[in-house]
């Protein structure tokens, strides 16, 4: 079945970097986009960006613009997100959620990965 | 970027009454190809979001038949004929016919 399992929690202190790995299984690896969905303690939903597995190229929400990478490594396909300049707002559970087939942009998102709860503190 | 709204923001519903929640997009999600991308999900409670409804009325592989979704160009609806403990959680409308994908605020579903 299509699965996604993300890597475990991380406690990072301000100013630091986290890196967060995403592996699918189930299906071709190259054949879906990946998106990174983040979502703070009591919130909802917000939208990180995109990756295509095939040839890497990105597309990042303009407010983590300069802060976040997503990259992919196809032979163990897996999906890194990795955020920069760690602030406590940045306190949140990250997602992976495999996206629409490279042919076409727009499609759900699903399945989606278990989460990722990256903890900023001090 | 389309801003997604949903109301209302919380709803109590006793088991077996029907439900309804309300989506509108600040513009047309109906592509040129024909399809609408609005799509429908719900995160219980300590879990990621799942699929419910994808383009608008189309449900999920495994989603009850319960769940129903309608509407078009910008205003949406999920309706579920009759609530079960199993589907209380937040629901949330998506957007995905440009980017950034868009979500509503949620409407969190509680059981009287």
């Known amino acids: 079945q299509v699965q996604l399992v993300q890597s475990g929690a991380e406690v990072k202190k301000p100013g630091a970097s986290v890196k967060v790995s995403c592996k699918a299984s189930g299906y071709t690896f190259t054949s879906y986009y990946m998106h990174w969905v983040r979502q703070a303690p009591g919130q909802g939903l917000e939208w990180m960006g995109i990756?295509?597995?095939?040839?890497?190229?990105?597309s990042y929400a303009q407010k983590f613009q300069g802060r976040v990478t997503m990259t992919r490594d196809t032979s163990t396909s897996t999906v890194y997100m990795e955020l920069s300049s760690l602030r406590s707002e940045d306190t949140a559970v990250y997602y992976c959620?495999?996206?629409?087939?490279?042919?076409?942009?727009?499609?759900?998102?699903?399945?989606w990965g278990q989460g990722t709860l990256v903890t900023v503190s001090s | 970027d389309i801003v997604m709204t949903q109301t209302p923001l919380s709803l109590s519903v006793t088991p077996g009454q029907p439900a309804s929640i309300s989506c509108k997009s600040s513009?047309?999600?109906?592509?040129?190809?024909?399809?609408?991308?609005l799509y429908w999900y719900l995160q219980k409670p300590g879990q990621p979001p799942q699929l419910l409804i994808y383009e608008v009325s189309n449900r999920f592989s495994g989603v009850p038949d319960r769940f129903s979704g309608s509407g078009s160009g910008t205003d949406f609806t999920l309706k579920i004929s009759r609530v079960e403990a199993e589907d209380v959680g937040v629901y949330y409308c998506?957007?995905?016919?440009?980017?950034?994908?868009?979500f509503g605020q949620g409407t969190k579903v509680e059981i009287k």
């Open positions: 998506m957007q995905s016919i440009q980017l950034p994908p868009t």
């Open positions: 990756i295509n597995p095939s040839g890497g190229s990105t």
């Open positions: 959620a495999r996206g629409a087939h490279i042919v076409v942009l727009q499609g759900w998102f699903d399945p």
């Open positions: 513009q047309s999600l109906l592509h040129s190809d024909g399809k609408t991308y």
